[in-house]
């Protein structure tokens, strides 16, 4: 069964350097997004991505972020400055002609 | 804009017993609606779907939810509850903005 795979499962950092969250996402689909989850809260929307462009984004993704699909498998996330408040599990997603997502395993971001 | 509410955050249960998650939204549009599961150090599985048609929906791991309009809920349920089903539960809505999630319900099954 196809899935969306994420890596690095666990990245860890130093406030100020920049990341880059890499994932695959299912071969097929057409529509990419980018979720972030701080420890023990719930799941929060960052951007959506389709016919390679931002089709919506929401108020956490600011001029810090960077979304790219650089070849026609990847779908990058990348934090340009990275702060101890980005600190989370950030999920990758897509989803085809049908309106359910599939999530990836996620990457652990930690900053220090 | 669209809002999720799970009422509980916690539900211990004992193995083989029934369990009922809950999970109402707000929204002034029609909407799809969807229950997923986090085990421990994963990502989100997806359990079930209501997009249209039959309210009472069927899913993985013997799962099913039941949308309610007029309540605006999405309640998940199963039977019988093994210890394999402890873990993270988040109900998501879809209306015209993007994947709204709940705060989720740690469903604990307890031997």
């Known amino acids: 069964e196809p899935e969306v795979t994420q890596t690095p499962s666990h990245q860890v950092t130093q406030m100020g350097q920049e990341v880059i969250l890499r994932c695959v996402p299912i071969?097929?689909?057409?529509?990419f997004y980018w979720y972030r989850q701080i420890l023990g809260q719930k799941v929060e929307f960052l951007v959506s991505?389709?016919?390679?462009?931002?089709?919506?984004k929401s108020e956490i993704f600011d001029d810090q972020f960077s979304v790219e699909r650089p070849d026609g498998s990847n779908f990058t996330l990348k934090i340009r400055s990275t702060k101890l408040e980005d600190s989370a599990m950030y999920f990758c997603?897509?989803?085809?002609?049908?309106?359910?997502?599939?999530f990836g395993p996620g990457t652990r971001l930690t900053v220090t | 804009a669209q809002s999720v509410t799970q009422l509980d955050s916690q539900v211990p249960v004992f193995e083989e017993a029934p369990v009922e998650l809950r999970c109402n939204y707000s929204s002034s549009v029609s909407v799809y609606l969807f229950w997923y599961v986090q085990y421990p150090n994963q990502g989100l599985q997806l359990l079930l779907k209501y997009l249209s048609g039959s309210t009472l929906v069927k899913g993985i791991n013997g799962f099913e939810a039941e949308f309610n309009k007029s309540q605006t809920s999405f309640h998940l349920r199963k039977p019988s509850v093994h210890i394999s089903d402890t873990a993270e539960y988040f109900c998501a809505v879809k209306g015209n903005t993007p994947l709204v999630f709940g705060k989720g319900t740690r469903l604990s099954v307890i031997a």
């Open positions: 991505f389709y016919n390679n462009e931002i089709s919506e």
């Open positions: 071969s097929n689909h057409l529509y």
């Open positions: 997603a897509s989803r085809g002609a049908h309106m359910e997502q599939y």
